[in-house]
């Protein structure tokens, strides 16, 4: 496979992933706003933005943070701009993806901008999740188990624990409690999940080990942190250099056996460091891949001038 149509590949799954990930924190942060009488509303705002990586000075509003993280089309961290760099990536490896799945995305483009002025960001949020849903299902359905699937899932496994660990950063916003356990599990589609797995009501322990390390839950990190790893396996083969791609699958299984070897009380108490550590892994795994399978930037530029 090309380099640039695997680079393609592997953020299209990590952008819409973000994009439905990003939908599911500002939802459930817009709703703490709402219901904590006792929020101090620019500090969660400014702490919000800080959990995204998307830092803001001054007094930080609500519509500052829907700005930035839910419609400004030229950040690729916010749901707007995930979306259009997905469809963007998916024009350049158009050759291999399915016409179900462009089409999905350009459908998708094209009515980021009526959905974008709905009269509730909820029901924004909500479009977003099922537009994403649809082009994972339909990537799932159309794509053969190649390598072109195997970039895509790639991307959306680190991306998707790295958000999950992001949502989990909410429990400490600096200016309110944070949402509770059952709304995370709700969240993150994993409230049924958790009450058929665990057969128990949601303690903070158990729902927390839940989303944490639970190899069964496709939204859990451990369960990406070992998809990813698998992953870069199977692109790998029986190839023999295997330098930089065991090096990035060393950083995701660090990660996980942290987690999975660690007791749920001791990370609980450290949670934000945790879950920073978690993110720090991804991205390590995600520049190594970077360097392991796609072009250099400065060979991208010098074949364009050649051009």
């Known amino acids: ?23 599911r924190l500002l939802d459930v942060h817009l709703n703490v706003l709402l219901e904590d009488p006792w929020v101090d509303e620019p500090s969660a705002n400014a702490s919000i933005l800080t959990v995204m990586s998307a830092e803001a000075d001054g007094p930080v509003t609500r519509s500052d943070v829907l700005q930035r993280l839910a419609f400004d089309r030229d950040r690729t961290s916010s749901i707007a701009g ?21 089409e999905s995305l350009n459908t998708t483009r094209m009515e980021l901008s009526r959905w974008s002025r709905a009269a509730r960001p909820h029901e924004y949020f909500v479009w977003v999740r099922e ?23 790639l991307g959306r496994s680190l991306e998707r624990a790295d958000m999950i660990a992001r949502l989990l950063m909410t429990r400490s916003l600096d200016g309110t409690t944070g949402p509770d356990w059952t709304t995370l599990l709700r969240t993150c589609s994993a409230h049924e999940a958790y009450l058929r797995t665990v057969r128990a009501l949601v303690t903070e322990e ?37 330098t930089l791609a065991g090096r990035a699958q060393l950083a995701l299984g660090r990660a996980r056996t942290n987690l999975e070897y660690s007791p749920v009380r001791e990370i609980l108490d450290d949670l934000a460091f945790q879950m920073q550590a978690v993110q720090k892994a991804c991205a390590t795994a995600s520049d190594i891949i970077r360097d392991r399978y796609f072009l250099p930037d400065a060979t991208v530029v010098w074949n364009q001038e050649a051009l």
Not at 82 to 102: D, F, Q
Not at 146 to 151: G, Q, T
């Open 82 to 102: 995930s979306l259009m760099a997905a469809r963007e990536n998916a024009r350049r490896a158009r050759e291999v993806i399915s016409t179900e799945v462009w």
């Open 1 to 23: 496979m090309l380099s640039r149509i695997a680079e393609s590949l592997f953020w299209i799954g990590r952008y819409v992933e973000r994009a439905d990930n990003t939908a």
């Open 206 to 242: 158990r729902a927390a080990e839940f989303l944490l390390v639970d190899r069964l839950f496709p939204r859990s990190i451990a369960y990406n942190l070992d998809m990813a790893e698998s992953i870069l396996a199977d692109i790998e083969g029986s190839a023999r250099s295997r």
């Open 131 to 153: 537009r994403t849903a649809v082009v994972r299902g339909l990537a799932s359905a159309t794509t053969s188990r190649d390598d072109a699937w195997h970039f895509l899932e």
